[in-house]
């Protein structure tokens, strides 16, 4: 059984650039989330996928954006990169329907901003 | 007021001993409640649900819900080195996660 998967694993980006971050959720799965998580804190919730469709966001700035695949997969986009993005990516699958709304996550994706 | 408070600890137990984490939320609407362990330099990985008030256990866990004093925890019996870890507490309320700043759990031998 597959889990979730990220690419790529580290990332480094100068202050202005632009990043895609790329998610495959766990077989079965049609849900993905995208959570941001800086030193020492716990991950913050950027936005959620479903269907194709962004459902729900947090308090995130429209340089980031999102976009999920008929497959289920997903990717992450940060424009005009800051120094403050810096932090670990995770991407998070889920079974909307399912009885539960338990969340897997991948291994990350570390992204410096230099 | 944050929505999930953990003590940032760091904990220290002994080999052996029970580690009890606590964590607090703020939603009355929240409704499903997890531990996650996170590993430095990795990805949090789910150790227990909870969504009915009560105990529930696993193994060497056991989570422990009152949603009318609004707080989760978390006990860890015969604690290992290998527990050592940052403890995060999730809720939900419609499908997103909401974390706390997490509790470091350190096992000494």
């Known amino acids: 059984d597959a889990g979730v998967t990220q690419s790529p694993t580290h990332l480094i980006k100068t202050r202005g650039q632009q990043v895609t971050l790329r998610c495959s959720p766990k077989s079965g799965h049609d849900t993905v989330s995208w959570y941001q998580q800086a030193l020492g804190q716990g991950p913050q919730f950027i936005f959620q996928?479903?269907?194709?469709?962004?459902?729900q966001r947090g308090n995130f700035p429209d340089r980031f954006s999102g976009h999920q695949f008929p497959n289920y997969s997903s990717e992450l986009n940060v424009n005009a990169l800051l120094l403050g993005d810096s932090a670990l990516y995770l991407c998070?699958?889920?079974?909307?329907?399912?009885?539960?709304?338990?969340?897997?996550f991948g291994p990350g994706t570390r992204l410096t901003v230099l | 007021q944050k929505e999930v408070e953990q003590n940032s600890g760091p904990l220290s137990v002994p080999e052996g001993a029970i580690a009890s984490l606590n964590c607090t939320y703020s939603d009355r609407v929240s409704q499903s409640f997890f531990w996650y362990r996170q590993y430095s330099g990795k990805s949090p990985e789910l150790i227990m649900s909870?969504?009915?008030?009560g105990d529930k256990e696993d193994g060497r866990f056991t989570a422990q819900l009152n949603k009318a004093s609004q707080y989760v925890s978390l006990l860890i019996r015969d604690s290992q080195p290998s527990d050592s870890a940052t403890y995060l507490c999730a809720v939900t309320g419609f499908q997103k996660l909401v974390f706390g700043t997490g509790t470091r759990l350190l096992v000494s031998p």
């Open positions: 998070a699958s889920s079974l909307r329907a399912g009885v539960t709304d338990t969340q897997y």
């Open positions: 996928y479903y269907e194709e469709e962004e459902r």
């Open positions: 909870i969504y009915s008030n």
